[in-house]
Nanobody, 126 residues
């Protein structure tokens, strides 16, 4: 079974950093694109970043570009989201998701992902 385990959330002051991890198992890691999404209270879930399979191309939402970095470790079957210069508006539950996609395919559309991990809470204090 495809399993995704998100971790690394916590409480941080504005301007601080966190690194989220998404540990994957039950599928051929290299065949799947991985995305990070977030959902704040009262808001819809939104795509934050994604990394393709194959060449590891990346995409970032404008709201996090320059502050967040996504990476994947093929040896550990893990995708990371390094979040720097955190802002109160980054506060949300963060989810990782995966789906089998053509190589170098980038998407943060929720409907493009069939496998989701549990969320990890990120709280940013001002």
């Amino acid at each position: 079974d495809v399993q995704l385990q998100a971790s690394g959330g916590g409480l941080v002051q504005a301007g601080g950093s966190l690194r989220l991890s998404c540990a994957a198992s039950g599928f051929t890691f290299d065949d799947y694109a991985i995305g990070w999404f977030r959902q704040a209270p009262g808001k819809e879930r939104e795509g934050v970043s994604c990394v393709s399979n194959g060449d590891g191309s990346t995409y970032y939402a404008d709201s996090v570009k320059g502050r967040f970095t996504i990476s994947r470790d093929y040896a550990k079957n893990t995708v990371y989201l390094q979040m720097n210069s955190l802002k109160p508006e980054d506060m949300a539950v963060y989810y990782c998701a995966a789906d089998r996609r053509p190589r170098r395919y980038l998407t943060t559309l929720i409907q493009d992902y069939n496998y989701w991990g549990q969320g990890t809470q990120v709280t940013v204090s001002s």
